[in-house]
């Protein structure tokens, strides 16, 4: 009984302190993006708070949790409340799938824990944008959950591709297959596929149609202020580390607990980051095509050559 007591114990420590983890990567990636940015644009970058701005994101954290919360006389307030949490905790929830070679709350079927929850994340960004009663939010929140949807069914299709090469759910078999052979070499179209898709997914430029500053004055996010945009920003953040994982679990070599593997997620963020000082935004209607038109039959050949592949 003490060491089930115990065992219990050890875990829900260890949840915390992936979460504790998760948060700092949040808060110094938002400081890397700025820095990038900074120098794509030929200035500094955050550079006053602290040395070489090391403290920006603890000094923005505490005036946006600090700051007054605005609501909107005519929203729909419980709704318009807790989308922000609840879009935080499914950011934070879906992390729980990092296969730990540890008696963490890893589980066997985690991919299709996966798609549970990122299906799920579409709902408060949807109810963010219709319970603040704004047409640019609803406008917003429903590009999102078009574009979302849109992706999500491709994406579904590579994952199948890459579980078809290792025949399970569970994410720890990608390391022990791919000790020779990384699948970025097997599988380097569907590798770029499924990058594009996650910049799509988690709403990032050249697909930010969801928060469109140009035409949708900041969309779905527009009445949001203090710690409502705070818990917004962040789960988006937290969804960009997890894509990134996720990338470099199914094509750089699975997930080994060094230093290396941390290395190559931080490469496919800061991908993110440069790809959004880069390149303009995509317009919506091609956003639409590439997703029905290219990377859907795209996906579907993939996964029916890799079928045809393990049956040889």
């Known amino acids: 009984m003490v060491l089930l007591f115990i065992e219990y114990m050890m875990i829900i420590i260890g949840m915390i302190l992936l979460i504790i ?26 550079n ?4 070489m701005g090391i403290l920006q994101p603890f000094a923005e954290a505490i005036k946006l949790f600090t700051k007054e919360n605005t609501y909107p006389f005519m929203s729909n307030y419980l709704s318009y409340y807790y989308s922000p949490i609840i879009s935080f905790f499914l950011s934070l929830l879906i992390w729980m ?40 939010a609803l406008l917003g929140g429903l590009r999102a959950v078009a574009q979302t949807i849109s992706y999500e069914v491709s994406m579904a299709l590579i994952m199948l591709s890459s579980i078809l090469m290792i025949l399970d759910f569970n994410l720890m078999k990608f390391y022990e297959y791919q000790n020779y052979l990384w699948f970025i070499f097997v599988m380097f179209p569907l590798s770029l596929i499924w990058f594009s898709s996650s910049l799509a997914e988690t709403n990032r430029t050249p ?27 962040m789960a988006e953040y937290s969804s960009i580390l997890f894509m990134s994982m996720l990338f470099s679990i199914f094509y750089l070599g699975g997930y080994e607990l060094s230093f290396v593997f941390y290395l190559k997620l931080s490469i496919i963020a800061y991908m993110f980051i440069w790809v959004r000082g880069t390149l303009p935004r995509f317009r919506y209607d091609k956003l639409m095509y590439l997703a029905w038109k290219i990377y859907l039959p795209l996906s579907l050949n993939f996964l029916f050559f890799f079928l045809g592949l393990i049956m040889i």
């Open 97 to 136: 799938i990092i296969p730990y070679s540890m008696n963490f709350v890893f589980f066997s079927l985690g991919l299709l824990f996966f798609l549970c929850i990122t299906s799920m994340g579409v709902y408060s960004i949807m109810i963010a944008g219709w319970s603040s009663n704004s047409n640019y």
């Open 207 to 233: 697909f930010d149609f969801a928060e469109g500053e140009s035409e949708l004055v900041s969309g779905f996010n527009v009445e949001y202020s203090g710690g409502g945009f705070a818990l917004i920003f």
């Open 21 to 46: 983890g998760v948060l700092i990567g949040v808060a110094f990636l938002t400081l890397l993006e700025r820095k990038i940015l900074g120098y794509i644009q030929i200035r500094k970058g955050p």
């Open 48 to 51: 006053k708070v602290g040395m």
